[in-house]
């Protein structure tokens, strides 16, 4: 099966640079999937689960949440604020930030701008705690 | 007299050799504290490199001049962030960053973002407005730190605070040698020299709303490589100073050595004389 070079990068690491066979991503349009050859593209990226199969087959699940994916002469970037692999998602940190950012919710008036603020927290918990299980 | 000299020697070399000390141990604490700086500042390479690139693709082909930060405007105002270090002792490493933006500014008029004591402590003595004066230690810095940073700058930035935004910090090129560089954040500049792709690539939803989203979170990993670069060129900074002063310590002490013994044999000398010739006598 054909692959291309695949590169996940946050602010403080590489999380990965290699070869890939196709990677799922929830962008701020729904969720994409690149395969090999894909046209040139760009696109920012919402909260969500993200999957990559890399060269042997293999598929690991990670939370992703912000940032850009680029697709450019068949080099894959995925250039995110947070990229955690399930094996490195902290549960019990997700579910107590789900539980403050519930918390939060229930006082908070729905215009305020900090129930935004800790809707995006609850989105971010709920898709960690995806990824995980 | 011999008696006394000598003993202000003793004292001088007593004094510089405990002055060698503390130096000696602050350049073993920076040695130490520069392994795991230089692997921060390489952790943080590759994502401000490859965001750069995505970004720079999109601004080129961005030409709707509502989308902000890339459309220049008048310059009434501008913001420098300025990333020094927490404490002195570091040679010129602060003081070069101060004189980047003296000669940089010119008679723009300018507000601030510092980060680190030190920078806190000069744009405040020198009556600079300071968009911020909470962080005072850049070692501990974290990416979610430089977002909320970053969050304040675009809101200064959208709502005209000021036209223009600058980065200055530290580049850490080798052990030797650190660099000030002053770098232009806002608008983003459009690449001149780039030769045109015969390649279209799809923006999604386009172009500028992607610069929209995106920006933000190119902006604030840039802040946060720009401090592991400055937080590296500081320690080594540091170590060489102190790894000079620790030498030139052992010099001083080593000529002092030299007087206090020649000061012995000169007041053995005269005793012996003095001797010799109440005996004579």
Known sequence: MSTYHLQIVTPDRKVYDGEAQKIILRTVNGDVCILPHHIDFAIPLGIGQASVTDADGNTRQAACNGGMLSVSNNEVRVVAVTYEWADEIDLERAKRAEEEAEERMKILDRQDKDFAMAEVRLKRALTRIQAKG | MAGASMKAIKLRIKSVESTMQITKAMQ?????????????????????????????????????????????????????????????????????????????????????????????????????????????????????????????????????????????????????????????????????DEQPRNVVTIYEPSPEEML????????????????????????????????SATKNAGEMISDLRLKYNRARQGAITQEITEIVAGAEH
């Open chain 2, 212 to 243: 929209e989203k995106a920006v933000p979170d190119f902006l604030a990993g840039r802040l946060y490589s720009a401090v592991c670069d400055s937080f590296a060129s500081e320690v080594s900074a540091r170590r060489n100073a102190m790894d």
């Open chain 2, 28 to 192: 073993l604490v920076a040695t130490s504290k520069l392994r795991r700086a230089k692997e921060r500042m390489e952790n943080s390479k590759p994502y401000a490199a490859i965001s750069r690139e995505a970004i720079m693709a999109a601004v080129a082909q961005c030409n709707d001049p509502q989308v902000m930060f890339v459309t220049p405007r008048e310059v009434k105002n501008r913001c420098y962030v300025v990333i020094a270090g927490e404490r002195g002792l570091a040679g010129g490493y602060n003081a070069n960053v101060f004189k980047a933006v003296a000669a940089h500014s010119g008679d723009t008029p300018y507000c601030v973002l510092p980060l680190g004591r030190k920078a806190i402590d000069k744009f405040q003595r020198m009556g600079a407005p300071l968009l911020d004066d909470t962080v005072g230690h850049v070692e501990g810095l974290g990416v979610s730190r430089c977002y909320q940073l970053t969050q304040r700058l675009i809101a200064g930035y959208k709502n005209g605070e000021f036209d223009e935004l600058f980065l200055v910090y530290t580049s850490f090129r080798s052990m030797m040698s650190q660099e000030v560089e002053v770098e232009q954040l806002l608008p983003i500049e459009k690449p001149q």
